[in-house]
């Protein structure tokens, strides 16, 4: 990945956080708690799910960046949706969440040289992690849930 990449990489999930706020409001609020089905997430669940996930997010680079061996551990995100009860988790935090670590996230990309960006280590699901592999995962995963926030209230439109 060249710098230009990673720059535009950087800026998409910058504004992650303000994207996700926009497709969260964009939903009636009878909507936000409403499942699709019994195994996919309502509105509300997937912004917890996404505060959870950069805050592991958050971690992961910085054990990336500085551990001489990193272990990147997998988790079940239906898994804690269930087990912390997303649907009765205060959903203001979970966006203060999400900004505040993405906020504190981007300065330190922002710093960081070509070098680092090389740093392997293992993720437990995918095998050999580098930082260029959590700056993909980390640019689209909030792009990806807005689009199924998106379409998890077309689907509720649809059947009401």
């Known amino acids: 990945m060249d710098q230009n990449e990673r720059e535009r990489l950087i800026e998409i999930y910058a504004g992650g956080a303000a994207r996700l706020r926009a497709a969260f409001e ?3 609020e009878a909507a936000r708690k ?3 089905s019994d195994d996919e997430f309502s509105v509300h669940e997937i912004v917890c799910h996404c505060a959870d996930s950069e805050t592991n997010a958050h971690s992961r ?6 551990d ?6 997998g988790y079940d995100p239906m898994k804690w949706s269930r087990d912390f009860a997303y649907q009765d988790h205060p959903v203001e935090a ?3 969440t999400i900004a505040a670590v993405r906020a504190n996230t981007v300065p330190l990309l922002r710093r960081l040289g070509d070098d680092a960006w090389a740093v392997a280590g293992r993720h437990t699901e995918q095998g050999r992690y580098t930082a260029e ?7 689209a995963h909030v792009e990806e849930h807005v689009e199924q926030i998106e379409r998890t209230a077309e689907a509720w439109r649809a059947a009401h």
């Open 34 to 36: 409403w499942r699709p």
């Open 26 to 28: 964009a939903v009636p």
């Open 133 to 139: 592999d959590w700056l993909r995962t980390y640019a």
């Open 68 to 73: 001489p061996a990193p272990v990147i551990v």
């Open 94 to 96: 979970s966006m203060a």
């Open 61 to 66: 680079i910085r054990y990336l960046l500085t």
